[in-house]
């Protein structure tokens, strides 16, 4: 889901994290690609130049904190800004209903999931909430949309009203009211007919059905596959009939973020539920957090801090393997790769990526080779000087029991460590051999 959107903005940060500090022409190109990432994925030009327009003001009024690139804090603000205009003010999270029967419109266009949509809320509210739920349609034109709405009810153990042929959408939502007052149910929900388009005659329709039972919540359904589309009709639903709140289906294909974006800031309405699926259990509350961080490919802050540390080890990776393509390979070299294998909680990912290593990224972990290990081995080479780190090759007995104590371990350990270096100084001499166009250059992909 928001697949583009968060493709888009994942290139436009990528760039980013990688440059150590961010001028203030850098934020303004940087929210430029954002803003063109957001129309693209369909929200609104005036939706997407007030969202940029906040984001600004609160990058520039605000301090870089230290342990953090300002790539990654204009992200943040990114991130924060985007939950903030999902989410909205003040609105509160469950349906309003109380006093029962509580009456619940949902609205629509034909296709949209109007009909699915109202059998999943009302066995969402049966079994979360352990609410008596009746569910009425009132599409008159189309029979087989009233049948739809009874089976679903059949399947899912909710009662549906009888149909009763020749009554008006009115008659219909008035007759539900009544059973529903009288069979004692907390909720009925009323399934209004849907056209192809907005016309008149069905938006009149809604209002008197409106105007008869005083709806506590006027939801509208709309596919969010649908984008721009989709906005216009919650602008129109809301100037005609007042809606209290979105239910955007069909979020499980790969449809664009926008159309969560702008509805909710065009309609000032809160997204309170997104469909994910056909099944009934396919309905789940809209977090903002959630989509937010959807929208942005990446599930939280703490993943894109953890992904611009990954460029920083990629880029160093990739220095050491210009040394290695000299056949350059000494102690400074074997330490930085025990760091970054301590950093990265394993052999497997460091040595993986150098060529010919991997066999011993495996042999390690098999003969047990943990975190303390690697500590060891990197207090071993602090331990030498740095006449002796630039070429092991002058490492004899006395030198060795020197460093093995001065590091608090014993010379076994020292052996095991240079034996381990003349491997992998070994294979990067191989390597080199091979040329640049070759193994090398495939291993760094
Ligand atoms: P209505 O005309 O608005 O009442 O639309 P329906 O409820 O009949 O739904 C039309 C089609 O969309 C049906 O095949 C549904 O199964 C499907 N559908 C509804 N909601 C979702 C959803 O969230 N995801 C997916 N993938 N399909 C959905």
Do not use: C, W
């Not at 953890?306 to 070299?333: C, I, P, S, V």
């Not at 330490?335 to 040595?351: A, C, D, I, S, T």
Request: hydrophobic share 45%; glycine share 10%; proline share 2%.
């Amino acid at each position: 889901m928001f697949e583009s959107l968060s493709e888009r903005l994942g290139g436009v940060f990528d760039r980013l994290t990688k440059q150590g500090a961010l001028s203030a022409d850098d934020v303004k190109t940087a929210l430029r690609e954002v803003r063109v990432a957001l129309l693209e994925a369909d929200v609104s030009l005036p939706v997407a130049r007030d969202f940029i327009k906040a984001v600004e003001a609160k990058a520039t009024g605000s301090a870089v904190t230290k342990s953090i690139t300002p790539g990654q804090q204009v992200v943040k603000i990114v991130h924060d800004a985007l939950i903030d205009m999902l989410r909205g003010e003040g609105e509160a999270d469950a349906l309003k209903i109380d006093n029962p029967p509580a009456p619940i419109l949902m609205v629509g266009l034909q296709g949209s999931g109007k009909t699915t949509t109202t059998a999943k809320l009302a066995k969402r509210l049966k079994e979360k909430q352990g609410k008596r739920v009746l569910m009425a349609s009132l599409d008159i034109y189309r029979p087989a949309a009233m049948e739809q709405l009874a089976i679903l009810g059949t399947q899912i153990g909710i009662d549906t009203l009888p149909i009763v042929k020749g009554e008006s959408a009115v008659q219909i939502a008035k007759r539900a009211k009544q059973q529903a007052t009288l069979g004692g149910y907390d909720v009925y929900m009323l399934d209004t007919a849907g056209r192809l388009h907005i016309d008149e005659v069905l938006m009149s329709e809604v209002q008197q059905v409106r105007d008869a039972v005083s709806p506590r919540e006027t939801l509208l359904v709309v596919d969010g596959l649908t984008g721009q589309v989709a906005v216009d009709v919650a602008q129109e639903f809301e100037d005609k009939v007042g809606i209290s709140g979105v239910v955007l289906t069909r979020m499980d294909g790969d449809g664009r973020g926008g159309a969560a974006l702008s509805m909710r800031a065009v309609t000032g309405k809160p997204i309170r539920f997104v469909g994910l699926g056909e099944k009934m259990d396919a309905l789940e509350t809209f977090e903002a957090e959630r989509i937010a961080g959807r929208i942005l490919g990446m599930g939280d802050i703490v993943a894109l801090v953890e992904k611009a540390q990954e460029t920083l080890e990629r880029e160093q990776a990739e220095r050491m393997a210009k040394r290695f393509q000299k056949g350059l390979f000494n102690m400074n070299d074997m330490r930085q790769q025990l760091e970054q294998m301590l950093k990265m909680g394993g052999m497997q990912g460091v040595m993986g990526m150098m060529p010919g290593m991997s066999k011993y990224a495996k042999q390690a972990e098999a003969a047990g080779m943990d975190d303390l290990l690697l500590r060891h081995q990197i207090a071993l080479i602090n331990s030498m000087t740095k006449k002796e780190r630039a070429n092991p090759a002058l490492l004899q007995a006395s030198r060795k029991k020197r460093i093995a104590a001065g590091a608090g371990l014993d010379v076994q350990e020292l052996n095991r460590l240079l034996k381990m270096h003349r491997q992998m100084a070994d294979t990067m001499k191989k390597v080199s051999k091979m040329g640049k166009g070759g193994m090398l250059k495939q291993a760094m992909r």
